[in-house]
């Protein structure tokens, strides 16, 4: 994996087919937490018939969820409380914003799983390019993603990501060592971690090119 | 870009009583410092400077208020902070 850097008016970094399926695949699980329909799945195959009913309950069903505060706390972090000390404000904030929000936080994460999908006979290195216009979106996209990670990995404070650096580097020695004293290691958490940590590293070279832009690109 | 609105009221964050509403961006252990700064620039229009004195706030002091102002206004702007991952609130002035 390379960071980003500007070529051109493009933001560039370089992942390997490893690398671009695991963030292929979180990207499409963030999607699926948002509602979203699967990735990846579906292009050819025509919609199943349905009944009419059926798909007005769906609706109905789907209208009265998006008004509730959800109750996965990786999803309410994407769609956090408005108003946590007055409910009307925040469930009116709620009803009117939900819809959109998943909206366009679906439709960048989809942009990106499209980037890192997109046939390895149409290009012709792991460069993952992202247009000038398509910096901010993008970076947005990446926040969503790590918020999600950062709730799974129970991150809260600022202390508890510098905790999660030191348990990394931990458990990397210890997995390096195998020292058999060493800490016991969690392995899915550390292996959530080090996803967190690079697509962390991955944002942050993102931000720098916009910012490096930002005078030509800002009004 | 979808939820930016050409309105620039960003330069004076200064509470006044004809602005009954704040938005109020809160510190999480996720968002990128440069990250932050770079969307206060582009959704409030805030020089470099202003834009990474608010940022600083958010990260010393667990909150800083950005805008102030009637509640339809400060609704698209929390949900504009929403939309970018950062975690904003509305409140009355003075709650």
């Known amino acids: 994996m390379k960071q980003f850097r500007m070529v051109g008016a493009d933001a560039v970094a370089e992942l390997d087919d490893e690398e671009r399926l695991v963030v292929a695949r979180i990207v499409a699980d963030v999607a699926l937490l948002l ?32 008004i509730r505060e959800p109750s ?9 409380n408005a108003a946590p000390t007055d409910r009307e404000v925040a469930n009116e904030f709620r009803r009117f914003t ?6 366009t936080k679906t439709k960048r994460l989809r942009r990106i799983w499209d980037q890192l999908s997109s046939d390895v006979t149409s290009r012709n ?37 510098d905790q999660l650096h030191l348990e990394i580097d931990l458990a990397t020695q210890a997995l390096e060592s195998d020292d058999e004293n060493a800490v016991p290691v969690d392995h899915e958490r550390v292996w959530l971690g080090m996803l967190y940590q690079a697509l962390t590293w991955l944002q942050g070279s993102l931000v720098d090119c916009m910012a490096g832009t930002s005078e030509e690109t800002d009004v | 870009m979808d939820t930016q609105r050409d309105v620039d009221y960003g330069s004076s964050v200064a509470t006044r009583t004809d602005d009954p509403w704040v938005t109020i961006v809160w510190n ?22 202003v834009a990474t004195k608010h940022m600083r706030e958010v990260h010393e002091n667990g909150r ?13 702007d929390v949900q504009a902070m929403h939309s970018y ?8 002035s003075g709650e």
């Open chain 1, 35 to 66: 509602g979203a329909d699967a990735f990846g799945e579906g292009y050819d195959d025509p919609a199943p018939e349905r009944d009419d009913v059926d798909s007005l309950f769906e609706y109905l069903r789907g209208f009265e969820e998006s």
């Open chain 1, 72 to 80: 996965d706390p990786a999803i309410l972090r994407l769609l956090p």
């Open chain 1, 98 to 103: 939900d819809g959109e929000l998943r909206a």
């Open chain 1, 125 to 161: 290195s792991d460069e993952w390019i992202v247009p000038a216009d398509e910096l901010l979106a993008t970076a947005a996209a990446l926040t969503d993603i790590r918020l999600v990670l950062a709730s799974r990995l129970e991150l809260v404070s600022d202390d508890d990501a």
């Open chain 2, 28 to 49: 999480d252990p996720v968002n990128l410092m440069n990250y932050v700064t770079h969307v206060f620039q582009v959704h409030f229009g805030f020089t470099l400077e």
């Open chain 2, 64 to 76: 800083s208020v950005l805008s102030t102002g009637p509640r339809e206004t400060m609704e698209a």
């Open chain 2, 85 to 92: 991952g950062l975690w904003a609130t509305l409140q009355r």
